[in-house]
């Protein structure tokens, strides 16, 4: 049997309908289809989870616990599946001391580096480190910054230790037993306030170090220590984990700052005294990664050329991705998710691993179309080192680099999870698929558009002393509101007008900056309250959040489900009544199995419904509009009747169907389309419009929201804004993981909300967005400090024509 293939057969995990297929190795195989068609449910759902699994079933049982746990996909059967490296666009954990450094190994050879070749020598590699106490600042603890605490804000000096919430911090509150080291130890009257206590007993209550009471009282704890307030919330919960875990309570209470010793560098003075070449550790790691690359290859000695060759390998391939801009001493909570992807790109690229099956989740995301030629010669780094690679993605130019594709669709959900096509990208073009057909028609439209070329003009008015800025294009009708000399970030000094009641778009490469202008104008606006911003950022979702909750139709549905059946609202919803009695409305009964993974299975009572048989039992009919156009009405229902949004042909289609009874498990495993249909001329038809509006008509009613990609999510946060009016929308990256035909209708979208009175701010890469703007402000040249700058503002025709600009070329 040959082994040149990935044979995948009966793959059924979430839409995917029984997919078999094979996929060759050592090879490039992208994987396309509109959002929502099964992609990721295969690739990352079956073919990741099950490599997953398999290695860690090869660690004993008892470091299975502490392993990432996957999902058994629901397959049946993967042969010649290699090991697979998942590089997805999931930020690392915000741990206050992981840096760039730190998260890709290459502060550890720094540190090993000025241990040997440093002068004067203050220790071994480890004393380098900000997270040992040997190399840390003692001040700041190696964080960089320091945490002032509020005293005012953690204690009511108006109350008493005997009065509730004096102490605003969790167990410090009456009875808690944090309160009782206060409240017991005897050193204070209980109903006195803290404003009147002496000098003495404020003293002993706020700055005490560690004592032991002498006679204490009787319900003291005896081998307990008494400590002050504010030593006792530095050590055990400022400078703790608990001060991570409990961040939102926490850090009102406190002022940030950098740290005055260290300066922010985060190492002691010890440290920062031993230098190669009058450059410290913690000056190397605050270079770009540009500039620290050359220092790297000009240092002098003979014992570091080992170690200089490693360092300058893996500084080179995060240059080669494009990261050159970014310093080592960079906080990873502050990355992007495409920039935390191509640091772990850039650290698999130096690897002596092969036959790996490394896996790209939309590697194009966040990325210029300069930086997108940098992303290909990556990943055919990767291929050509001995490794298969597969890659989910939407962006044409990534998809043109494919030895193999895979279309999946032909639509999105229910509608989806089949192989449409299967070859190469010529073969695509012709295929008629839908990726086809968009691709198709955009490499005719750029054949069909001649390029204008650039041409010099002596009249283009400049900013800021910058003559590589030019403004074109006529901009007389819109009103402009002017940001001044702002330094944000890398920001050099910008002034640049905003104009409102249009659509706008705010690009340049990676890292130029282009994000800032839009935080100084959401900080500097004076109707704070106007302003909708949208990121691909959490929105606030919880495990039990789906778009029936979300967009708040779950009330409604329940009410309908209440009122047609004469039964009370509690019967159904999971979380009551109506919970089936075996698994508690979970759905899957979980089995632990001690150090082995949980097995779930699903719940035999219910299949899996959550409901209870006497909540299943109550079926209602669609409360459908009167036929023949006349005055609506909602068969035995309250709820209010609105104008319908679906097609005539859906109603139709949906009218001639004839009526069907569903109950409350199989109303919220409705897609939105179809609920949309159901509930035609409700008010929950009219409040799922503007998911059908953003393309989530796919979506089912009790889809977790944990499933969705940032995209998705984004576009439902879009949606629960869209009955607004008068509002200015600043929205970043919306295109992120969209097809090609997606991009069409989000673009119509914007369009829709500038006619509705609104301003519409978008940061965004994609060029057919670009291409439909009123406006586009270009930021850049480059990344990092070589950005910030204003390069072009004024149309998408004028733009064409600016010489400097670096995105014209892509248009």
């Not at 040997?134 to 953690?154: A, N, T, V, Y």
């Not at 009249?459 to 074109?472: H, K, L, M, V, Y």
């Not at 999510?713 to 804004?721: D, G, I, N, V």
Request: aromatic content about 6%.
């Amino acid at each position: 049997m040959s082994h040149e293939n990935i044979i995948i057969r009966g793959a059924r995990e979430n839409n995917l309908k029984d997919v078999s297929l094979e996929i060759p190795k050592h090879q490039i195989t992208v994987f396309t289809g509109v959002s929502g068609s099964g992609k990721s449910s295969l690739v990352l759902d079956t073919l990741a989870a099950k490599s997953r699994r398999e290695l860690n079933d090869t660690f004993p049982t008892f470091v299975q616990q502490y392993l990432p746990k996957y999902g058994r996909p629901h397959v049946e059967a993967i042969e010649n599946l290699p090991l697979a490296i998942v590089i997805d666009q999931k930020k690392p954990a915000n741990n206050s001391r992981s840096t760039v450094g730190t998260y890709t190994d290459i502060y550890a050879l720094l540190r090993l580096l000025f241990s040997r070749v440093g002068k004067p020598f203050v220790g071994y590699a480890e004393s380098f480190s900000f997270n040992h106490p040997e190399g840390s600042c003692p001040r700041c603890s190696g964080l960089g910054e320091i945490r002032e605490l509020d005293i005012h804000k953690l204690v009511d000096f108006d109350k008493s230790l005997n009065d509730e919430d004096t102490i605003h911090y969790i167990a410090f509150g009456r009875g808690g037993w944090r309160w009782i080291r206060y409240a017991h130890s005897g050193l204070f009257d209980l109903d006195k306030k803290i404003k009147d206590y002496t000098p003495e007993e404020l003293d002993l209550f706020l700055n005490s170090p560690q004592i032991r009471l002498k006679n204490p009282p009787a319900n003291w704890p005896k081998s307990a220590k008494y400590e002050g307030l504010i030593p006792r919330m530095y050590r055990s919960i400022i400078n703790s984990e608990e001060g991570l875990l409990h961040a939102a309570v926490l850090n009102p209470m406190l002022r940030m700052g950098t740290c005055p010793d260290c300066g922010g560098s985060r190492v002691c003075e010890r440290v920062r005294s031993c230098k190669i070449q009058e450059t410290n550790i913690a000056e190397a790691c605050a270079m770009s990664i540009t500039r620290l690359n050359e220092w790297v290859k000009g240092i002098e000695s003979p014992i570091a050329v080992d170690l200089k060759a490693a360092i300058s390998a893996r500084l080179t391939a995060l240059e080669d991705i494009g990261l050159g801009y970014l310093s080592l001493d960079r906080a990873v909570g502050t990355l992007s998710g495409g920039e935390a992807q191509r640091c772990k790109i850039a650290k698999y690229i130096n690897s002596s691993l092969s036959d790996v099956l490394y896996i790209l989740d939309e590697p194009s995301v966040g990325l210029h179309n300069r930086d997108i030629e940098l992303m290909k010669h990556s990943v055919r780094r990767l291929r050509d080192a001995g490794n298969t690679v597969l890659l989910v993605e939407h962006h044409s130019e990534m998809i043109r680099i494919a030895d193999h594709i895979v279309d999946m669709g032909p639509g999105p959900g229910i509608d989806g999870g089949r192989i449409v096509f299967q070859g190469t990208y010529g073969q695509l073009l012709e295929s008629g698929t839908k990726t086809g057909e968009a691709l198709k028609m955009k490499n005719e439209r750029m054949k069909n558009e001649k390029l204008i070329l650039p041409q010099a003009s002596n009249n283009q008015p400049t900013s800021q002393g910058n003559p590589n800025f030019s403004f074109g294009g006529e901009a007389d009708h819109f009103s402009f509101f002017t940001l001044k000399s702002a330094s944000l970030h890398n920001l050099h000094d910008l002034s640049v007008s905003l104009p409102m009641g249009c659509l706008t778009v705010v690009c340049g490469v990676a890292g130029s900056g282009k994000s800032s202008p839009m935080e100084c104008f959401r900080r500097a606006y004076p109707k704070p309250e106007d302003i909708v911003y949208i990121s691909q950022k959490d929105i606030g979702v919880s495990l039990r959040s789906t778009p029936a909750t979300y967009m708040d139709v779950a009330p409604d549905i329940r009410k309908m489900f209440a009122r047609q059946t004469k039964q009370k609202e509690a019967y159904f919803t999971f979380n009551g009544k109506g919970a089936c009695p075996v698994c508690g409305g979970k759905g899957v009964i979980i089995s632990e199995m001690a150090f082995m993974d949980n097995i779930e299975t699903v719940c035999e009572a219910c299949g899996g419904l959550r409901f209870s048989e006497e909540a299943l039992k109550y079926k209602i009919m669609p409360p459908c509009t009167s036929p023949g156009g006349g005055e609506g009405f909602v068969a035995n229902s309250l709820l209010p009747v609105v104008e319908s949004s679906l097609p005539r042909e859906e109603m139709e289609r949906g009218q001639n169907q004839g009526p069907t009874s569903l109950s409350i498990a199989e109303v919220f495993d409705l897609s939105v389309r179809h609920a949309s249909d159901f509930f035609r001329g409700t008010v929950i038809e009219q409040k799922l419009r503007p998911l059908m509006r953003v393309g989530l008509g796919y979506l089912h009613l009790n889809q977790a929201l944990s499933t969705l990609s940032g995209g998705e999510l984004q576009r439902m946060k879009l949606a629960s804004h869209l009955s607004e009016g008068s509002k200015i929308f600043i929205i970043d990256e919306p295109t992120d993981g969209l097809h090609l035909k997606d991009v069409e209708r989000i673009i119509g979208l914007f369009r829709e909300l500038v006619d509705e009175g609104n301003t519409v701010f978008v940061i965004e890469h994609n060029t057919d967005v670009i291409s439909a703007a009123d406006h586009v402000i270009e930021l850049g040249p480059g990344a990092g400090e070589a950005g910030g700058r204003l390069i072009f503002q004024g149309s998408p025709e004028a733009m064409r024509r600016c010489p400097d600009s670096v995105t014209a070329p892509f248009l």
